[in-house]
């Protein structure tokens, strides 16, 4: 009897005694296992750091992303209602057709306090004023809003700087058909750099850069600048 027990419970006792012996091993894989994958992260750290940099760049780009407001300055020949566009003649006598902003609007680097002075682009419809029309891309431009330079014909100063006092906020221009004329720069003046719109501070024209100015008849005040 006991004998037979004994055969019957030996198989089992074998059988745990497998299951444990394998468990241990799996164990030790496994430990193993985690420590090599541990040393390998370890060793190559900056590599992995690079890759998620590269990962989640453009992400971060394109969460932050904003347009660059630039600005053009030219007489409103056509506004297109239903089109939803805005037709400026410019200096050289082409014409640029703006697309107002879709909406909602998308991200746009637009200060402010300028913008509280402008009118949306949507909403203007004085065809043969004079204007500055706010704008982001170049192919196919979307006008933003537009800031109106009056009725009368702007006087038009272009040429290359000679001279940028930064106290007096005077700008001194070489032309060439009118010679040395001087230019002034004030905080309502709309100022257009490559880097877009910027206030009256952070303007820093560069000597010998080529510039067209827009002020009042018989005024030295600019309405607008930027690089001709």
Not at 72 to 89: D, E, F, H, I
């Amino acid at each position: 009897m006991n004998l037979i027990l004994l055969l019957l419970v030996l198989p089992v006792f074998c059988a745990a005694i497998a299951l444990h012996i394998a468990a241990k091993d799996h164990a030790k894989a496994s430990r193993r296992a985690f420590f090599a994958l541990k040393s390998s992260l370890n060793r190559h750290r900056p590599y992995l750091r690079f890759a998620a940099i590269l990962i989640l760049l453009p992400m971060f780009r394109q969460a932050n992303a904003q347009e660059v407001i630039h600005a053009r300055a030219g007489q409103v020949v056509a506004a297109n209602t239903a089109a939803k566009t805005l037709t400026l003649k410019v200096a050289d006598g082409s014409t640029v057709v703006f697309h107002d902003v879709a909406t909602p609007e998308p991200a746009m680097s637009f200060d402010k306090d300028l913008r509280d002075k402008t009118t949306a682009a949507a909403a203007f419809h004085d065809v043969g004023a004079y204007v500055v029309v706010f704008y982001f891309g170049f192919g196919e431009p979307t006008a933003v809003a537009v800031e109106s330079m009056g009725a009368t014909p702007p006087k038009r100063t272009a040429g290359s700087v000679t001279s940028f006092d930064r106290h007096q906020h005077l700008l001194t221009l070489n032309t060439e058909s009118m010679g040395s004329q001087k230019v002034v720069v004030s905080d309502d003046t709309i100022l257009d750099t490559p880097e877009g719109v910027v206030k009256a501070s952070n303007f820093h024209p560069g000597k010998g850069q080529h510039l067209r100015c827009f002020a009042k008849p018989d005024s030295q005040n600019a309405l607008f600048v930027a690089i001709n």
